[in-house]
């Protein structure tokens, strides 16, 4: 009974210090959108990736500096569509993942790069991405595409006289 006592008596005197630690931050949630979250971390692979995109395209670090600051308040609200799109296209119960597997081995036949390790550690030195991230980049953009399609561009009607009309212009 006392060592039951002592012990208690240990766990209440070590508790307060337990609870007075600082709290430590493990990720900053930026934007929630119907119950999905985006992290800091994701909008920060965002601007990476734009910034990336734009070196590519030999952009100057004027320019880099330039277009970044016209963009940086896009990404967020770039973030939150696709967010939205990927959710939209869960409700519809939309399937991708023959694309997605479809995609990926294209990708691998491109790269002429058989072995699967391989392609994966090409994929980490291309993207800056795990291939777990590239794939599930590369579902939600295939997604994305699917529900614009469904959702949007089937409904677009142009008429065909406007259409002859356009072509007879242009």
Known sequence: MRICAFALSLVWLAAPSAWAADPVLIEQIVAKVNGDIITRTELERSRAQLEAELRSR??????????????????????????????????????????????????????????????????????????????????????SQRVIGQEVSSKINVPRAEVEKYYEEH
């Open 58 to 143: 030999g952009a100057t670090p004027e320019q880099l500096q330039k277009e970044m600051a016209a963009r940086e308040p896009d990404i967020l609200r770039d973030r939150i569509d696709s967010l939205l799109l990927i959710q939209r296209g869960k409700d519809l119960n939309i399937n991708v993942d023959q694309d997605v597997s479809k995609y990926l081995g294209q990708a691998q036949s491109a790269s002429k790069i058989a072995d699967p390790d391989k392609f994966q550690a090409w994929i980490r030195e291309q993207t800056g991405m795990s291939y777990e991230d590239f794939r599930s980049e590369t579902r939600n953009g295939l997604l």
